[in-house]
């Protein structure tokens, strides 16, 4: 089983690397010279609410690897509902899934998203592959921008499928850095963006949870017409603060991973 989970991990990272040339840097500027490992505290998934390929389709996957449902998580304004799981082997990294739902928006964009997901075989969503299997369709330049101008959710899976939308660095295991404050001005230093929709540092240790994230990197996608750069993934960073039990809080903070959504924006 825990194999199984590795290899998971493993193939989700490989596939994310692809599309994120900027993670390796990162992961090399953050372990330093000690050469000490980045444990990752979570991955993010996207999705559409369709019953073909909805946030359960995708959690069963994590579900047969012994994670369980946390905690659940609504987006008024982005028109998103969200669930988070975790194991109960603190080493494995949790897992935040999120869909559209795709009903709250235009007759417009339910007619491309439906077109999009009638071209998923219903077999690819509980392949063990699924999860890293990019788009199961084509779709055009116009299309995308269609879609971006309503949700920039809707354009980014449709433009990249099925794949991690970002990993997360657990920054209570690093050795170099101890704050998240530390790690943005690292990252400003080499050069990279960081997310400063809702301040540089979301949450707080009253919430328990603080995150930041970069700015996606902008890789070249193939369209169905033609080549363009738009932005791919991006990396997180995340501290956990203990709750009055001692144990380490778990969970999400949905104010603060509202604004991690907009690491993928593309005007910022």
């Known amino acids: 089983m825990h194999s199984d989970r590795d290899t998971l ?3 989700l990272w490989d596939n994310y690397r692809e599309v ?3 993670a390796e840097e990162i992961h090399r500027l953050l372990g330093g010279t000690q050469g000490s490992e980045i444990i990752n505290d979570h991955i993010a998934l996207r999705t559409f609410n369709l019953g073909k390929v909805n946030l359960d389709k995708l ?3 994590f579900l047969k690897l012994g994670y369980r449902e946390g905690q ?3 987006f008024e304004a982005k028109k998103l509902y969200a669930k988070h799981y975790e194991h109960d082997d603190p080493t494995a990294p949790k897992v935040f899934i999120s869909e559209l739902l795709v009903e709250k928006f235009s007759p417009e964009l339910q007619a491309v998203v439906k077109d999009l997901v009638e071209k998923v075989d219903p077999e690819a969503v509980t392949a063990d592959n699924f999860l890293y299997s990019g788009t199961h369709w084509q779709v055009d330049y116009a299309t995308y921008k269609q879609l971006l101008a309503e949700s920039e959710y809707a354009a980014w899976v449709a433009a990249w499928g099925y794949r991690a ?3 997360t660095v657990n920054v209570n295991q690093l050795e170099k850095f101890r ?3 530390e790690i943005n001005q690292a990252l400003k230093d080499a050069g990279y963006t960081v997310n400063s929709s809702g301040g540089e540092v979301k949450g707080s240790p009253e919430a328990l949870l603080e995150q930041s994230s970069t700015m ?3 890789v070249e996608v193939q369209f169905s017409d033609r080549t363009e750069v738009i932005p791919s993934c991006f990396y997180e960073f995340a501290r956990r603060y203990p709750r009055p ?9 949905a104010a603060s991973a509202d604004k991690i959504f907009e690491s993928t924006d593309a005007g910022m």
């Open 216 to 218: 996606a990197d902008r």
């Open 72 to 74: 659940e998580y609504h």
């Open 9 to 11: 991990f493993q193939n």
């Open 179 to 181: 704050t998240v404050e």
């Open 245 to 253: 039990d001692g144990q380490l809080y778990s969970g999400f903070v």
């Open 59 to 61: 959690a069963a996957h």
């Open 20 to 22: 994120t040339p900027s």
């Open 165 to 167: 939308n970002h990993f």
